[in-house]
Nanobody, 121 residues
Framework: QVQLVESGGGLVQPGGPLRLSCAAS????????MGWYRQVPGKQRELVAS???????NYATSVKGRFTISRDNAKNTVYLQMNSLKSEDTAVYYC???????????????WGQGTQVTVSS
């Protein structure tokens, strides 16, 4: 059993910061890429940022320069530091991890349950 548990969402004023965390637990052999996605009602889930096992990062154009993704491999945890938040960043944020449960298994993607981020005055 593998679980991804997000934390850190909430209500923040425009221009403010917020930090999301996502911890993976359970039967895990190796984690490859980890990432954050977001979704608003009526729209497709979109990639916000991703980080490879070698720490190479990728960002959506809309968040470049404002958001920073990082990971702690010892804790199987990925973070998303969000600064200069805008109302259009309001969404449910989901954590994703591509991992192997054991060396004999292939790589499978897992999702967290989502955490609401609301940017409003």
């Amino acid at each position: 059993q593998v679980q991804l548990v997000e934390s850190g969402g909430g209500l923040v004023q425009p221009g403010g910061p917020l930090r999301l965390s996502c911890a993976a637990s359970g039967s895990i052999f190796k984690i490859y890429a980890m990432g954050w996605y977001r979704q608003v009602p009526g729209k497709q889930r979109e990639l916000v940022a991703s980080i490879a096992s070698n720490s190479n990062t990728n960002y959506a154009t809309s968040v470049k320069g404002r958001f920073t993704i990082s990971r702690d491999n010892a804790k199987n945890t990925v973070y998303l530091q969000m600064n200069s938040l805008k109302s259009e960043d309001t969404a449910v944020y989901y954590c994703n991890a591509d991992l192997q449960k054991a060396a004999i298994f292939g790589v499978t993607g897992y999702w967290g349950q989502g955490t609401q981020v609301t940017v409003s005055s």
